[in-house]
């Protein structure tokens, strides 16, 4: 267990839609990752496009530990397969 603080906590958003949560050592690159990926998400009928997205840092950073329990806490992965 370190605590080192040295990660970061976000939300990726598609206009004021928050589409996923995460944490990263490197916002810029996530961002880009996200933007890159190709995916889409869907609400209410209308398909919203990854690659107009941005990341919002949630919080300071933290321990990489603490920012697994937030995505845990948050739901962040549960749609993963």
């Known amino acids: 267990m370190s605590n080192v603080r040295d990660t970061y906590k976000y939300w990726f958003k598609v206009g004021n839609l928050k589409v ?4 990263t ?3 810029a690159i ?8 190709g995916r889409y998400t869907t609400y209410n009928g209308a398909k919203f496009y990854w690659k ?3 990341i919002v840092q949630e919080g300071n950073m933290t321990t ?3 920012a697994l329990e937030w995505e ?3 739901g962040c992965n549960d749609n993963w397969g």
């Open 72 to 74: 845990r806490q948050n």
């Open 52 to 54: 107009d997205g941005h």
């Open 64 to 66: 990489k530990d603490a």
């Open 25 to 27: 050592n490197n916002l």
């Open 30 to 37: 996530r961002e880009r990752q996200h933007q890159n990926s």
């Open 20 to 23: 996923h949560c995460g944490s």
